[in-house]
């Protein structure tokens, strides 16, 4: 296992900048916001850890690429940011969501009021949920791993018009496997950052999904006809757990996180972290890094705060009602000592 670890000062720069006027914006937050965001720099610090590369595999070793730091993010002129009049997110339901309505009817509330706390500020709205004959995209049997998928850069176009006028960006989200080409084994998404437009898949993140006895995986072959969308009525979606909504939230905020003009964290363990795979997926944290935090407040204008105390209320709220579908929050349980622990800094200092 190799450590990155980059120099406090390196950390320092790309949380700052070296522009003057940049510098001087930093100052704009509360002394607590700044004692929270700088020491998390620092080696060895209880909040921010540094990021660790398990095998050659794991996304950093694998796409080299120049790590963005705040400065870059902030003058990238291609950049979308929310504004007054596309100031909302949208989230379209694509096909069904888990076993029974009721559940996958919450399943997708506890998505969308996660969005809501994590990009604090903005208004995040479901779509009606639509069927995957309405979408009329293209889809096809994996060859390897026998289950359906469905034309991802389809369901882009089919987006495009759905997007409403003062949406920021509009995802899809879908139980079921996407290919972007017949060439292509399979993607876990597709976006398109300068229209605000993403669609993502949530199918590998079933535990048994890599399994022979995957229940996804069509037992015989079947004659599949382009425009019969039969074959998906009842189709296998994954149980929903703790671990596949904790997948879920870290999946729809780091996308989304590239809607902004996030680009992959390359400087501390953060959401915002390239994965190549599940294990990589499931090592990342749910929390943005000191730098992509201030990349993500410059693009929305929340007291850090406020939006810690949003993510806390949505762990907790919920989690121990004894209703039938109380939300699954136990894998969430270490971010929320997490989160109280930033709190506890951010409350014990008047700016
Ligand atoms: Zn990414
Ligand atoms: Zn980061």
Same mark, same amino acid.
């Given at each position: 296992?190799?450590?990155?670890?980059?120099?406090? +000062?390196?950390?320092?720069?790309?949380?700052?900048?070296?522009?003057?006027?940049?510098?001087?914006?930093?100052?704009?937050?509360?002394?607590?916001?700044?004692?929270?965001?700088?020491?998390?720099?620092?080696?060895?610090?209880?909040?921010?850890?540094?990021?660790?590369?398990?095998?050659?595999?794991?996304?950093? /070793?694998?796409?080299?690429?120049?790590?963005?730091?705040?400065?870059?993010?902030?003058?990238?002129?291609?950049? =979308?940011?929310?504004?007054?009049?596309?100031?909302?997110?949208?989230?379209?339901?694509?096909?069904?969501?888990? +076993?029974?309505?009721?559940?996958?009817?919450?399943?997708? *509330?506890?998505? &969308?009021?996660?969005?809501?706390?994590?990009?604090?500020?903005?208004?995040?709205?479901?779509? /009606?949920?639509?069927?995957?004959?309405?979408?009329?995209?293209?889809? =096809?049997?994996?060859?390897?791993?026998?289950?359906?998928?469905?034309?991802?850069?389809?369901? !882009?176009?089919?987006?495009?018009?759905?997007? @409403?006028?003062?949406?920021?960006?509009?995802?899809?989200?879908?139980?079921?496997?996407?290919?972007?080409?017949?060439?292509?084994?399979?993607?876990?998404?597709?976006?398109? !950052?300068? &229209?605000?437009?993403?669609?993502?898949?949530?199918?590998?993140?079933?535990?048994?999904?890599?399994? =022979?006895?995957?229940?996804?995986? !069509?037992?015989?072959?079947?004659?599949?006809?382009?425009?019969?969308?039969?074959?998906?009525?009842?189709?296998?979606? @994954? @149980?929903?757990?703790?671990?596949?909504?904790?997948?879920?939230?870290?999946?729809?905020?780091? +996308?989304?996180?590239?809607?902004?003009?996030? *680009?992959?964290?390359?400087?501390?363990?953060?959401?915002?972290?390239?994965?190549?795979?599940?294990? *990589?997926?499931?090592?990342?944290?749910?929390?943005?890094? @000191?730098?992509?935090?201030?990349?993500?407040?410059?693009?929305?204008?929340?007291?850090?705060?406020? =939006?810690?105390?949003?993510?806390?209320?949505?762990?907790?709220?919920?989690?121990?009602?004894?209703?039938?579908?109380?939300?699954?929050?136990?894998?969430?349980?270490?971010? &929320?000592?997490?989160?109280?622990?930033?709190?506890?800094?951010?409350?014990? *200092?008047?700016?």
């Amino acid at each position: 296992m190799q450590v990155i670890q980059h120099p406090v +000062e390196r950390l320092h720069t790309a949380l700052l900048s070296i522009r003057k006027d940049l510098i001087k914006t930093f100052q704009k937050f509360s002394r607590a916001e700044k004692i929270l965001l700088e020491n998390g720099l620092l080696p060895g610090n209880s909040l921010f850890s540094p990021i660790t590369i398990h095998s050659d595999s794991d996304w950093i /070793p694998a796409h080299p690429e120049d790590p963005q730091d705040f400065q870059s993010f902030y003058i990238n002129p291609y950049r =979308r940011s929310p504004n007054r009049g596309h100031n909302t997110i949208y989230i379209q339901t694509i096909g069904s969501f888990g +076993e029974g309505a009721v559940v996958a009817e919450q399943y997708v *509330e506890w998505l &969308k009021d996660y969005c809501q706390a994590f990009f604090y500020g903005l208004v995040v709205k479901l779509l /009606p949920p639509v069927t995957v004959a309405s979408t009329a995209c293209s889809f =096809r049997v994996n060859n390897n791993t026998h289950n359906l998928q469905l034309h991802a850069g389809e369901l !882009l176009n089919f987006l495009k018009q759905r997007k @409403p006028s003062d949406a920021f960006c509009i995802v899809g989200i879908t139980m079921i496997d996407l290919y972007p080409k017949e060439s292509w084994n399979f993607v876990f998404g597709q976006a398109s !950052l300068t &229209k605000g437009m993403g669609v993502f898949s949530f199918a590998r993140y079933d535990d048994h999904f890599y399994e =022979r006895s995957y229940t996804g995986r !069509l037992k015989k072959k079947i004659e599949l006809k382009q425009g019969d969308y039969s074959v998906f009525e009842n189709y296998y979606t @994954p @149980p929903i757990t703790s671990i596949l909504l904790l997948r879920s939230c870290k999946t729809l905020t780091h +996308e989304i996180g590239h809607i902004f003009g996030m *680009e992959h964290c390359q400087w501390l363990n953060c959401v915002m972290q390239g994965s190549n795979h599940l294990q *990589e997926s499931d090592r990342r944290t749910l929390v943005l890094c @000191p730098i992509c935090l201030r990349k993500l407040q410059s693009a929305i204008g929340f007291k850090i705060a406020d =939006r810690y105390k949003a993510l806390v209320h949505w762990i907790e709220d919920g989690a121990d009602s004894n209703g039938q579908h109380s939300k699954p929050t136990q894998a969430f349980q270490e971010y &929320k000592d997490w989160f109280y622990k930033c709190l506890r800094i951010l409350e014990s *200092e008047t700016s």
